[in-house]
């Protein structure tokens, strides 16, 4: 059970409401995490215009999604491992290897691979991240704009998680065990 209102669009604060509609426009319902963050209007405008920004960055969406599983595991965020699990899957089409190597910090992909390592190391380090740790990045051929997006990623997503545990979200995708990767 949530420890915080789970409100509706209706019940949501006015100036709330242009945002939670756009949210279930584009994925047509309203996921417990949306109704939850409803509860603060200010922080439902920041998160979706981060996001909405962070979507017209250089990373593509499938790295996007592979960041933000490494980070729910390194968070231990079982709503957004199960939330980014089924988005991975559905609109990145990440396979369940993909996923499985995402939420242990790395990635099938090559390219891929470099970013998500480095964003797990910034969770798990809490951005004290080496000089050997921004030069392996960087190696891989990532720019330094998008050394700031990773990053960036990282601390959406920490948002997310650390909401969600403190809310107590219940989740309202496939359930995804939390203790699968290791």
Not at 130 to 139: C, H, P, T
Request: with cysteine; charged share 20%; proline share 3%.
């Amino acid at each position: 059970m949530s420890r915080l209102a789970a409100l509706t669009i209706e019940t949501a604060p006015e100036t709330a409401r242009p945002q939670l509609e756009a949210v279930q426009k584009q994925i047509g319902r309203l996921p417990n995490f949306f109704a939850t963050l409803a509860n603060s209007a200010a922080a439902a405008e920041g998160h979706l215009a981060l996001t909405g920004a962070l979507a017209k960055g250089s990373l593509p969406a499938a790295t996007r999604e592979r960041i933000a599983l490494a980070v729910a595991q390194v968070n231990g965020c079982g709503y957004c491992l199960s939330a980014h699990t089924f988005f991975g899957k559905a609109a990145a089409k990440l396979d369940d290897a993909e996923i499985t190597a995402n939420r242990n910090g790395a990635s099938n992909d090559p390219f891929a691979d470099a970013a998500v390592r480095f964003a797990a190391t910034v969770a798990r380090e809490r951005g004290h991240v080496d000089d050997a740790d921004v030069a392996a990045v960087r190696a891989a051929g990532y720019s330094d704009a998008q050394i700031v997006e990773i990053v960036v990623h990282v601390a959406a997503n920490t948002f997310t998680n650390y909401l969600n545990e403190v809310a107590g979200t219940v989740i309202d995708f496939p359930q995804v065990d939390l203790q699968q990767a290791a």
